[in-house]
């Protein structure tokens, strides 16, 4: 059974900085492009960032310089490291696991940037 677990989570002040986990089981991640969305409220899930199974890095422009993605195929885990979060970044992150034929999805991370 393939699961896909994001953590780290939380509310953050404006300025602040969170570091999300997208841990898999049941697939060799590393065969896999991951990508991180979001989904605010009323909004459509749009596309943070992704890393593909080369380690080729691609980033929203409203994120740009700001998150980070990585991965870590030893602990089959993927992060996203987000520094000077704004409010806008407010929203639930999803972990996406892609190759052909296959696409997987985590549950959802809350991340609240608020004062």
């Known amino acids: 059974q393939v699961q896909l677990v994001e953590s780290g989570g939380g509310l953050v002040q404006p300025g602040g900085s969170l570091r999300l986990s997208c841990a898999a089981s049941g697939i060799f991640f590393s065969f896999y492009a991951v990508g991180w969305y979001r989904q605010a409220p009323g909004k459509q899930r749009e596309l943070v960032a992704s890393?593909?199974?080369?380690?080729?890095?691609n980033y929203a422009d409203s994120v740009k310089g700001r998150f980070t993605i990585s991965r870590d195929n030893a602990k089959n885990t993927v992060y996203l490291q987000m520094n000077r979060l704004k409010p806008d970044d407010t929203a639930v992150y999803y972990c996406n696991a892609v190759r052909p034929t296959r696409n997987y999805w985590g549950q959802g991370t809350q991340v609240t940037v608020s004062s």
């Open positions: 890393i593909s199974d080369a380690g080729i890095t």
